[in-house]
């Protein structure tokens, strides 16, 4: 099993960065990935770390800390249109197959 | 390419009533997923298929959901009675079958959802 924790709700300025954080406990870790979700809309993929370090795509980015159970996703140069649910998923190797679990997902304002 | 396919996109029901959802994955991917996902939560997944083999259904409640892909490609998911508690949207994603030990092949791709009201 797996537990996952990030906040709730987070809020931002536009043209600010903001780093969402996401804290995990499994047994099998092999793997981290980032989702966007529009308030309803289905989720979709922002990033993915197995190793240690930082991950850079555009203006996100994705920082994963195996040893401490931890990892961040960073966004740089906000827009209203990054106001989204931000969803942290992690999969355990288990039995032959992947098996993801997902945080509650932390709602991100972004304000003018 | 064409995206994951779901229907319907919404359902209303009353209580102790049947429902059905369908999904049909992006072609060629082996893995597909059904997750259900409560107003201001994460997806929860409920059942976890490769090919037409269950993976994962230890968070499916048995009694009253079931889930098949017969041949592989499309799956149903079905609850027979609903409660009050399953509304919920409904959201199925597909994936290529990764190697062991390996970076993803592709990530999940999920569906529009359908969102279910059991009233």
């Known amino acids: 099993g797996q537990n996952i924790d990030q906040p709730t709700e987070m809020t931002a300025t ?3 960065i903001v780093q ?19 308030a ?7 990033s993915y770390n197995v190793l240690d370090g930082l991950e850079e795509k555009g203006r996100f980015s994705s920082f994963l800390s195996r040893s401490k159970g931890y990892s961040y996703l960073l966004l740089k140069e906000l827009q209203m249109k990054d106001s989204a649910s931000y969803l942290c998923a992690v999969r355990e190797w288990e039995g032959g197959s992947y098996i993801p679990t997902f945080g509650r997902g932390t709602s991100l304002i972004v304000h003018p | 390419e064409a995206g994951v396919a779901q229907s319907p996109r919404y359902k209303i029901i009353e209580k102790r ?5 369908w999904c049909n994955p992006i072609s060629g991917h082996a893995t597909l997923y059904w997750y259900q996902q409560i ?3 994460g997806p929860k997944l409920l059942i976890q298929f490769q090919n037409n083999g269950v993976v994962d259904d230890s968070q499916l409640p048995k009694d009253r959901f079931s889930a098949e892909r017969l041949k592989g490609v499309d799956s149903t998911l079905k609850i027979q009675p609903a409660k009050l508690e399953d509304s919920a949207v409904y959201l199925c994603a597909s994936s290529l079958r990764e190697p ?4 993803p092949l592709g990530t999940q791709y999920f569906g529009p959802g359908t969102r279910l009201t059991v009233l």
């Open chain 1, 40 to 46: 309803g809309e289905a989720p979709t993929f922002l």
């Open chain 2, 100 to 103: 062991a030990g390996g970076r």
């Open chain 2, 39 to 41: 107003l201001g939560q």
């Open chain 2, 17 to 21: 009533q049947s429902v059905a959802f």
């Open chain 1, 14 to 16: 536009e043209g600010a």
């Open chain 1, 20 to 38: 969402i954080n996401c804290t995990y406990q499994t047994s099998g870790f092999n793997g981290l990935f980032w989702y966007q979700q529009h």
